[in-house]
């Protein structure tokens, strides 16, 4: 069925309920996981008379944050006995849905699984949603898991 999924992970619960699910489907169909954790930059301002800008990398809050979580996939795939592995992919300006789509693309998924907040109205007007821009973006299926915070810590969470 599957041969290769790949899982985002942000170090959210959404994202780990996701991981989880990816990994249920993963031991079923014998597929490996690549998850994947996008690294953003904060806006940088630019003088635009200088002649020389040094890079700027991520701060350290974003590193330690794809750190903590990549070490976690890797746990959680290790403990499960799955195959795969676990990257951070630098944004480098674009949308972390067109790198997850792209990433998918390299890697040659056959399923993305990604946690989503299930925001809703004005707050998902203002905000955005990556879901949302991944699943106009990618070429394969996209299966969503809702994390809904007023559920009990021990319920599954909601696929869509």
Do not use: W
Request: charged share 25%; proline share 2%; aromatic share 2%.
């Amino acid at each position: 069925m599957y041969k290769r999924i790949l899982a985002a992970v942000d170090g959210s619960r959404g994202a780990r309920l996701a991981l989880d699910e990816a990994i249920k489907i993963a031991k079923a169909s014998g597929a490996e996981i690549v998850a994947v954790f996008v690294v953003e930059h904060a806006p940088q301002l630019v003088d635009v008379g200088a002649v020389y800008m040094p890079e700027q990398g991520a701060d350290a809050a974003r590193v330690d944050a794809a750190t903590a979580a990549l070490d976690e996939a890797r746990e959680l795939l290790r403990e499960h006995g799955v195959g795969g592995a676990a990257r951070a992919i630098d944004a480098y300006g674009d949308g972390i849905a067109q790198v997850l789509a792209r990433a998918a693309d390299e890697c040659e998924a056959d399923l993305i699984v990604m946690g989503t907040h299930g925001r809703q109205g004005m707050r998902r007007m203002l905000l955005g949603s990556v879901a949302e821009a991944l699943l106009r973006k990618a070429q394969m299926p996209v299966l969503l898991v809702r994390h809904n915070p007023a559920t009990a810590e021990g319920e599954q969470a909601d696929t869509l």
